[in-house]
C-alpha cells in the first residue's frame, strides 16, 4: 500500500466516524424533541380540558342567571295590576256603584227639577186641549175654567145641531135635572187650524142635545166665515160664573 493510499483511508474513516457521529447527533435531537414536544402535549392536555369543562360551565351558568331573570323582572307586578284595579272597581261597586255625575247630583236630591207649573194640567178626558181653545163668540170668557165634576163622552154632529152622553151630570154642580146649570160651548177649527168659538146656548141634566140656531144666527158675535166644510167641532159645558167645567170631546161637523 501506497502512502497515498494511507492517506485517502485515513480521510474516509475520519468522515465516515463524523457521519456516525453527526447521524447519532441528529438522532438524540430528534428524540429530545419528541419527547419535548410529548412533554408539552400532556402539559397542554389538561388546560385544554379546564377550558373545555370551563365552557360548559360558563354557559350553565349563564343559563341559570338567564333562567333566573323572569323571576326577578317586574314583569308580574304590571300583570298584576289590572287585577288592583278591578278589585278597587268592585269596592266602589259594593259601596253605592260609580259616583254620580254632576247632572245625576239632582237626581240624588229629589229629582229632576220639576217644570212650570201649566195653569191647569190636562183633563183626563180632554180630546183636544182646553188651553187651545179661544173664546171669540158668545160673550163668555171661559178660559179660566177647571175641570170639575161634570163628565160628558160621544159628541156626535149633524148640520142642524149636536148631540152627547153625561158620564156624570150638573148635579156634581148641585143643580137638579131641569134647572139650566151651565153654558154649552161650540169651538170649531178654522183655516189655519185655530180652535175658535165660545157660548152658544145654555143646558141642563135633562137636555143631552143643542140645536145650532144661534150659531147660524150670529148670536154674540158667531161666525162661520173662515171654518171649513166639514171641520173639527168641539163641545164643552162650563159653570155660569166661568169658574168649573167639564172635560172635551170632538167630533166631525159637516154643515
Known amino acids: 500500500m501506497t502512502l497515498r493510499s494511507v492517506a485517502v483511508s485515513a480521510v474516509l ?3 465516515f466516524s463524523a457521519g456516525c457521529e453527526h447521524s447519532e447527533s441528529a438522532k438524540s435531537l430528534s428524540w429530545e424533541q419528541e419527547r419535548q414536544q410529548q412533554a408539552a402535549a400532556q402539559a397542554s392536555a389538561p388546560k385544554t380540558s379546564n377550558k373545555s369543562s370551563a365552557a360548559p360551565q360558563s354557559a350553565a351558568s349563564s343559563s341559570s342567571a338567564s333562567a333566573k331573570t323572569p323571576a326577578s323582572s317586574s ?7 289590572p287585577a288592583s284595579t278591578s278589585s278597587s272597581a268592585s269596592v266602589a261597586a259594593g ?11 239632582g237626581a240624588g236630591s229629589g229629582g229632576e227639577t220639576p217644570s212650570e207649573t201649566p195653569s191647569e194640567a190636562p183633563a183626563a178626558g180632554d180630546q183636544v186641549s182646553f188651553g187651545s181653545l179661544k ?7 171661559g178660559s179660566g175654567a177647571r175641570a170639575s165634576g161634570v163628565a160628558i163622552s160621544s159628541a156626535s154632529f149633524s148640520s142642524g145641531g149636536m148631540s152627547f152622553k153625561y158620564v156624570r151630570d150638573l148635579s156634581a154642580w148641585g143643580y137638579s135635572s131641569g134647572a139650566l146649570g151651565g153654558y154649552a160651548c161650540l ?6 187650524g185655530a180652535w ?14 143643542r140645536d145650532f140656531k144661534n150659531v147660524y144666527g150670529g148670536y154674540a158675535g158667531w161666525s162661520l ?3 171649513p166644510n166639514p171641520c173639527n167641532a168641539a163641545f164643552v159645558i162650563i159653570s155660569p160664573d166661568a169658574k168649573k167645567r167639564s172635560n172635551v170631546i170632538v167630533g166631525t161637523w159637516s154643515r
Open 196 to 209: 175658535v168659538g165660545g157660548k152658544f146656548d145654555w143646558i141642563s141634566s135633562s137636555r143631552k142635545s
Open 95 to 105: 259601596s253605592g256603584g260609580a259616583a254620580p255625575s254632576a247632572g245625576e247630583t
Open 75 to 81: 314583569a308580574p307586578a304590571s300583570t298584576e295590576a
Open 135 to 141: 173664546w171669540r163668540y158668545g160673550g163668555v170668557n
Open 187 to 192: 169651538f170649531v177649527q178654522n183655516q189655519s
Open 225 to 227: 166665515a173662515d171654518v
Open 13 to 15: 474513516s475520519l468522515v
